[in-house]
């Protein structure tokens, strides 16, 4: 197993690993240390079964399953497809519109994503980049008086609201169910989160679900999470990941927020993604 960095600023690119094959627990410390002290891992040139690729997703911890159900790859739940290819009869095969705006992924839910793995099983020639922002570097250069204004506050988080958002935009969304609606309770968690496994501390709100500050009036709280939102957006600590076939991405969502961008729609853009199941932040 070989790396190098993706950018100046965060992201690691790893080659000569074959994710399909075992792993002993030796290469799998080094890869999970790899990513998670970089934030973004690509592993480059992967062949990967759904099988294969939950058996990897799996040694991390619990799998998620996403409540947009329609979208799971039949057979193998633990799979979102992400596509914008039909079937014969008119429906399509995944969540063509997913993640067109800066989020972490499902922090509406009480334990949210650690990490999301998506898998190029095909790419347009080019658009339909992954952008990704560093929420260490945002908190740690986030002006002291929005610091002092954040001091242990928490932050609600909701997917219906940004579900209802997204409805309303062109091309609008399949409406939530019943069912899914069920499963669907708005949560609040810490605005600055811990990370286990490195104790840095990371901005954790996102312009996709997060809504309002517990206990803020809800004007005051909005043109705060603004304020959070515009300084997280920094240049500085962007990456933008241009993919390849065959790259499995993977992304910390404790430390990073990310954004799918369109591309040609002539073109099919399909994958699979898993997604590790973290703690409750803290
Ligand atoms: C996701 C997501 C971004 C993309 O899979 O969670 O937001 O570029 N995808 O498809
Ligand atoms: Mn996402």
Known sequence: MKTSPLSEGFGIEVT?????????????????KAWFDSGVMVVRDQALTPDAQIAF????????????DQ??????PEILVLSNR????????????????WHSDISYEERPALGSQLYAVEIPPE?????FQDMVRAWETLPDDLKQRIEGRRALH????NHKKNETQEGGRPAISA???????????????????????????NPGFTWAIEGMDEAEGRALLDALFAHSRDRAFRYVHKWRPGDLLCWDNRTVMHHATMY??????????????????V
């Open 86 to 101: 039909k079937r014969p009869d008119g429906t399509p095969e995944g969540f063509e519109d997913a993640g067109r705006y």
């Open 264 to 281: 040609d729609p002539a073109y099919i853009r399909h994958m699979h993604r898993t997604t590790i199941r973290g703690p409750r932040p």
């Open 71 to 76: 979208f799971l790859l039949p057979g193998h």
């Open 16 to 32: 000569d690993i074959d994710l399909s094959a075992p792993l002993d627990d030796a290469a799998f410390g080094a890869l999970r």
């Open 179 to 205: 069912a899914q609606g069920a499963r669907l309770t708005d949560v609040v968690h810490p605005i600055v989160r811990t990370v286990e496994d490195t104790g840095r501390k990371a901005l954790y709100v």
């Open 127 to 131: 658009g339909g980049d992954t952008m």
């Open 158 to 161: 909701s997917y219906t609201r």
């Open 57 to 68: 997703a799996r040694r991390f911890g619990d799998l998620a399953i996403h409540v947009m």
